[in-house]
């Protein structure tokens, strides 16, 4: 139980750090065509999509991936409390 409680920890680090990826693509209004910008968006996009479905539209402003690391926190840390001990 432990091998697989740090093997979904690591695995939420690492999706938040394409999770960050993708927000700064979004400001740099990177090449859709960039094969790692499709990756990263491949990646982030079905979690995102699926929160924007559940919050108000706040125009411009894109709060879902503030949400996704809110989600993604929470998460480890109920790995952390209740599996890892």
């Not at 910008?37 to 979690?47: D, G, K």
């Not at 559940?54 to 790995?79: C, E, K, N, R, Y």
């Amino acid at each position: 139980m432990y091998i697989v409680a740090k093997l979904v920890l690591e695995l939420l680090s690492v999706y938040k750090y394409i999770l960050l990826g993708s927000v700064i693509i979004s400001w740099v209004n990177a090449d859709p065509y960039n094969p790692i910008v499709r990756f990263i968006r491949s990646i982030t996009e079905p979690l995102l999509g699926r929160i924007r479905q559940f919050m108000p539209d706040t125009g411009m402003l894109d709060l879902s991936p503030l949400v996704a690391f809110f989600a993604i926190h929470l998460i480890q840390s109920a790995i952390v409390r209740y599996a890892l001990w």
